[in-house]
């Protein structure tokens, strides 16, 4: 079995995309923001394409009205750094995952197949639908003067 400086320098080598996230979640309890979030990191982990090599929990702490209707909340925030696989799978992680922030540190270059544009293109598009659907917009067509 690979140790895990084994297994980073393989995805190096591999030219697997490393990133660092920073995961924010809020929730009105501790005790569900804390679950909620490590549930979500645990999932994360579990995909395939995703190798997580590093994370790092901040204190949970109380915010007051934090939205509206809202008078006070926990926030809980980790740090992660990983690796993944392509582009596609990247697009996607952080259209499922949320991150309030991504730091991209390597590879320097890289090249997209045509197969790998079109899952992304197709990806970009079903959210857009997804998000039209739900009410909460679509594309704006303007009609010719």
């Known amino acids: 079995m690979e140790t895990k400086k084994e297994e980073i320098d393989k995805k190096r080598k591999e030219k697997w995309f490393e990133l660092m996230f920073t995961i924010e979640a809020l929730a009105v309890k501790k005790e569900i923001v804390e679950k909620s979030l490590k549930t979500h990191i645990e999932k994360l982990g579990n995909i395939k394409d995703v190798f ?4 790092e929990y901040m204190d949970t702490v109380k915010v007051e009205k934090p939205l509206k209707n809202v008078e006070e909340a926990y926030s809980a925030v980790v740090k992660l750094k990983l690796f993944i696989r392509n582009l596609p799978t990247l ?3 952080v259209m499922v995952y949320g991150p309030s922030s991504i730091e991209v540190f390597g590879p320097e270059r890289t090249e997209l197949s045509l197969s790998e544009t079109q899952d992304i293109t ?3 598009a079903g959210i857009v ?3 039209a659907a739900a009410g909460a917009g679509g594309i704006v067509i303007t009609p010719a003067k």
Request: proline share 0%; no cysteine.
């Open 91 to 93: 697009i996607q992680i």
């Open 52 to 55: 997580v090599y590093e994370t």
């Open 122 to 124: 197709n990806l970009l």
């Open 129 to 131: 639908h997804q998000f």
